[in-house]
């Protein structure tokens, strides 16, 4: 029987860059590795929680008689719009994650060592 390899999915392969982003981004902060390794695991559950997948389906309805021409128009707009949403909530997502970063270092960083960064 052959043997199954399971391979990390794309969020897992982007979550283990991100942790090494990480990484070297506190490596030289007061007592960063050690407040990292104590804050990751919350910073990687919010990490699933806020990439998760997700795929967007529009579905409308047209009334009215109109052309093949105006349908195509109007399903470009609607395509056009739907993409311009996705790619807001790309970036918000990832401004909101790195502000989590930082509020769960901090906090962190207080509990290990009864102060402010």
Not at 23 to 38: H, Q, V
Not at 41 to 51: D, K, L, S, V
Not at 71 to 85: C, D, M, T
Request: charged residues 25%; hydrophobic residues 40%.
């Amino acid at each position: 029987m052959a043997k199954i390899y399971d391979f990390p999915n794309a969020n897992e392969r982007d979550w283990r860059e991100m942790e090494l982003v990480l990484r070297e981004s506190y490596k030289n902060m007061p007592d960063g590795i050690a407040t990292l390794e104590e804050c990751l695991p919350e910073i990687r559950a919010h990490w699933y929680e806020i990439f998760v997948s997700f795929s967007v389906q529009p579905s409308y309805q047209i009334p009215g008689p109109i052309t093949e021409e105006q349908r195509n128009a109007i399903a470009v707009a609607v395509e056009g719009g739907v993409h311009l949403v996705v790619e807001r909530l790309k970036t918000e997502r990832i401004k909101f994650f790195g502000q989590l970063v930082v509020c769960e270092y901090k906090a962190a960083y207080f509990l290990r060592n009864g102060k402010s960064v």
